[in-house]
């Protein structure tokens, strides 16, 4: 009983804030054009916005190529692009540019736990390894 009282509460709040998150990163872009985290943000509400609502994967992939490329060394931005190109519906799924950006968000960080778990059973990354074996010195 009590987890469907806050399941009930939770939505109504979750969607405030998705408000309020989408009012702040507005606000951020405002103040600063260039903003990576603004277009990271942006791109993932718009990722996981509903189509009927004025989302959608369409909408999120050039917001997110945007913060990379105001930022090229912005790991988030890679690895949130890699999601989109897996999320993309089934016709457009892209798994060859989902894996590319994930070996790049990989390679400028190659110790995050996300990123090495991969996307998907077949969105992975296996040479990794070899960015984080501990250099010995011969």
Known sequence: RQAQKIKYVGYPRLLRYVKRVEENSERALKKDPHNSW??????????YKPVNRGGGVDKAIPLLQKSIEINPTFEEGYYWLARAYVQHSFQERDEEKAQKYLAKALQLCPHDYFYRRGLTPDVQVPEYEEGIKPQTEE
């Open 38 to 47: 603004a277009y990271l943000v942006q791109g993932i509400l718009m990722m």
